[in-house]
């Protein structure tokens, strides 16, 4: 199997990132690209396994808004209230609960993004989000209207 690049950003909170804070790592989270001192983020496997899963992904924000994990805890979807919603966000399935960083939630990531191939913002229980699209500024869009 290829192994393509991913973007991941390092441990480090993504409002204080700056170009030179990405890394690249291959699908297995290998570091192919970036600084010395910089190592992936625990979370990259949720990152590799969309890509791999999902070719028509190029980018991910994984974030952790308070509005969407009112619904993540609650195992419910976020209605869509507003046509701007419906048209852009589309459906926010819900990942059940796995610990941070563990391949388990990877897996239940990828298997959510493939029964979902319409979903552009993946909701992970008690955790935080998962917005994806064809680019970092779609994704942050996609977040946006939730």
Known sequence: MALVSAPVTPAVSLRECTPEDFILVNLAGEKVV?????????????????????????????????????????NRQIPLVTITAEVR???????????????????????????????RLILLERHGVLAIGKNLRETIDVADVR
């Open 34 to 74: 970036g600084r010395a001192d910089l190592v992936a983020s625990k979370e990259v496997f949720l990152h590799t396994t969309v890509y791999a899963a999902r070719p028509d992904v190029h980018a991910i924000s994984h974030l952790h808004p308070p509005h969407c994990i009112v619904f993540a805890v609650r």
């Open 89 to 119: 966000l589309g459906p926010t399935p819900v990942v059940p609960e796995a610990p941070s960083g563990s391949r388990r939630l990877a897996d239940l990531v990828r298997d959510t993004v493939l029964a979902w191939p319409d979903a």
